[in-house]
């Protein structure tokens, strides 16, 4: 079990930059993969954006596919998502969890969750 804590939220105009950071407490096993999921209120948790810690695969929803970037830094323990040109629609409390399975796109693989940090974009 991995301990996750989200910091980086915030509001912003549609068009800005926001850098998401999920921290890890100890050691991040080597057959995990760490994920990015999103939910808006009265909606499902959406999958943004995942990546194998140690091989270092991407995986992105269409949706931000080219606007966003998920990128690891070992010496951390950090997982951070580099979010650009960013637009109301991505508005949503944005989550980090955790897998040890290969279906990295489905939140019911994930067993450990941050408690979310909140991302609002005005038009």
């Known amino acids: 079990q991995v301990q996750l804590v989200e910091s980086g939220g915030g509001l912003v105009q549609a068009g800005a930059s926001l850098r998401l950071s999920c921290a890890a407490s100890?050691?991040?096993?080597?057959?995990?993969?760490m994920g990015w999921f999103r939910q808006a209120p009265g909606q499902e948790r959406e999958f943004v954006a995942a990546?194998?810690?140690?091989?270092?695969?991407?995986y992105y929803a269409d949706s931000v596919t080219g606007r966003f970037t998920i990128s690891r830094d070992y010496a951390k323990n950090t997982v951070y998502l580099e979010m650009n040109s960013l637009k109301p629609e991505d508005t949503a409390v944005y989550y980090c969890?955790?897998?040890?399975?290969?279906?990295?796109?489905?939140?019911?693989?994930?067993?450990?969750w941050g408690q979310g940090t909140q991302v609002t974009v005005s038009s």
């Open positions: 969890g955790a897998t040890s399975s290969r279906w990295v796109r489905r939140s019911d693989q994930y067993t450990s």
């Open positions: 100890g050691r991040i096993f080597s057959s995990y993969v």
């Open positions: 990546i194998n810690w140690s091989a270092g695969s991407t």
